[in-house]
């Protein structure tokens, strides 16, 4: 597609429930990033995508995060157990090369009730 | 470990007139530092990007950045602002390695314009 496309946009989900956000990247972009968006903490990196591994996982916050991508694409975050502080926007972006920057989707605004 | 400034969390300026918006960085290496700009419920759009090329780096919608290394700084101008700048702008830095190009970003600086 032309852009990072997030979805869905927005969920609300009951606490302990588990979530899924899909991030399909720009074709051809073999880099891929998710980042957290909240209030009290700004724009923090989750993990990196290199084609299918993920080389850093360090930002991932506990074990109740996982992600994984698939034929080089489409990338899933998953939360278990969801808690009310993972209510945040969760942004993908995906990158050519090194030094060119990002494109970034939407978003994906979790709240967890 | 990389960090950004971002000095103002809130700047306000009128039509016509500079915006300046601040960002230092530290860096233990040359880094590559990044503008981004993020309009309401929207993701962030690449405004510009010092990859160690011309200091003096120009981006989109007419806003450029300078790169200085002594001062440490990457400040974001705009010689008129206009109504449609309004948004949020952050100021990124690379922790650029073995091609992960993890970025950390500042805090963000809210942009408002006065008619």
């Known amino acids: 597609g032309a852009g990072v496309s997030q979805s869905p946009s927005n969920k609300v989900t009951e606490k302990g429930k588990d979530v899924e956000l899909r991030c399909d990247p720009i074709s051809g972009h073999t880099a891929l990033y998710w980042y957290r968006q909240s209030l009290g903490q700004g724009l923090e990196f989750l993990i990196y995508f290199q084609g299918n591994s993920a080389p850093d996982k360090s930002g991932l916050p506990s074990d109740r995060f996982s992600a994984e991508r698939t034929g080089g694409s489409v990338s899933t975050l998953t939360i278990q157990r969801t808690q009310q502080e993972d209510s945040a926007v969760y942004l993908c972006a995906s990158s050519l090369r090194q030094g060119f920057g990002y494109t970034f989707g939407s978003g994906t605004r979790l709240t967890v009730v | 470990a990389q960090s950004v400034t971002q000095l103002g969390s809130h700047v306000s300026v009128s039509e016509g007139a500079l915006v300046l918006l601040r960002c230092n960085y530290s860096s233990s290496v040359p880094p590559y530092l990044f503008w981004y700009v993020q309009y309401p419920n929207q993701g962030l759009q690449l405004l510009l990007k010092?990859?160690?090329?011309?200091?003096l780096v120009k981006g989109i919608n007419g806003f450029e950045a300078e790169f200085k290394k002594s001062e440490t700084s990457f400040h974001l101008t705009k010689p008129s602002a206009h109504m449609s700048d309004a948004a949020e702008y952050f100021c990124a830095v690379s922790d650029f390695n073995f091609g992960n190009e993890k970025l950390t970003f500042g805090t963000g600086t809210r942009l408002t314009i006065i008619p």
């Open positions: 010092y990859t160690s090329a011309a200091t």
